[in-house]
Nanobody, 117 residues
Framework: VQLQASGGGLVQAGGSLRLSCAAS????????MAWYRQAPDKSRELVAA???????NYADSVEGRFTISRDNAKNTVYLQMDSLKPEDTAVYYC????????????WGKGTLVTVSS
């Protein structure tokens, strides 16, 4: 299983970016998909998650600004990030996982998002 994240970059505060994470090596329709982020000197934190049925949840800090979505036909999860703030600067990681047995968890390599003030 491989997860390939893309879409990071440098953006000014108030701008937008769209992250993508394509999964390969299996079928992921029954998996949850999520985005995490890790800022310098901070722990990795959940940003947003989406269930196999499309139910979403968001960190309070991004609610109303970020939107997670998935395309099961493409095994891809997206994170649309609007109204970006400097505090959104972090390495963003995608995660694909099952919440029922057999539990499986896969992480992608991160993509850096830098928001300038």
């Amino acid at each position: 299983v491989q997860l390939q994240a893309s879409g990071g970059g440098l953006v000014q505060a108030g701008g937008s970016l769209r992250l993508s994470c394509a999964a390969s090596g299996s079928t992921f329709g029954a998996f949850y998909m999520a985005w995490y982020r890790q800022a310098p000197d901070k722990s990795r934190e959940l940003v947003a998650a989406i269930s196999s049925g499309g139910t979403t949840n968001y960190a309070d800090s991004v609610e109303g600004r970020f939107t997670i979505s998935r395309d099961n036909a493409k095994n891809t999860v997206y994170l649309q990030m609007d109204s970006l703030k400097p505090e959104d600067t972090a390495v963003y990681y995608c995660k694909v996982y099952r919440v029922v047995t057999p539990r499986q968890v896969y992480w992608g390599k991160g993509t850096l998002v830098t928001v300038s003030s």
